[in-house]
């Protein structure tokens, strides 16, 4: 199984992250941020309502069509929306976002590895995992871990710069400032929409 990963990982062509930075962070962000990612238990999402689950019904079969070409076994696709889903609503962020995020990061590419070193589905930096997590850095190319730590993070740059998405994007991408990136994340949300 380790040499599979290590042999697609050869072969997989780099991701085009930017270089998220270590940010000072105080006690009670970084306490927030690791029992963020802590809870291991797979998504059971939950509904208030029969409108609310047919939504999200509709939701998955429509994003399963759309990921098909990208996400060809329809097991690991669904697999894979529903913990986008959980995962981004669990952080209090449209699942769109976090999907057109997903396609600038990596392109739908549980593998992927930047030039920086960012890794797996958002791109997510090792760096991650000492300030929050246990250390597990090749815990960042599990589905769950990896966009549970993505999402708790994106998150956490919207609270810093007070809503502001645009420069939480850049700040999530290690480009502040720049418009390439942010542009790049919200017209690919808007596939999603």
Known sequence: MLAGCAVALA???PAHAGNQKEEALADSVRLALANAIKDASPPQPTFRSDTERQRYQGWLAQASARLQRKLPDAQ???????????????????????????????????????????RGY?????????????????????MQTNLRYGCAILRMYIDMEAGNLYLALGRYNGSRGRPEYPNAVLSAWNNWK
């Open 11 to 13: 072969l997989a062509s």
């Open 76 to 118: 690991t696709r669904n697999e894979f929306l529903a913990t986008v889903w959980y995962e981004a609503r669990r952080a209090g962020l449209e699942p769109g976002m976090v999907l057109g995020l997903i396609q600038v990061e990596s392109a739908y590419r549980k593998y992927a590895v930047s030039m920086v070193g960012a």
């Open 122 to 142: 958002m791109q997510v930096m090792p760096f991650w995992t000492n300030v929050i997590g246990d250390r597990n850095r090749s815990a960042l190319f599990n």
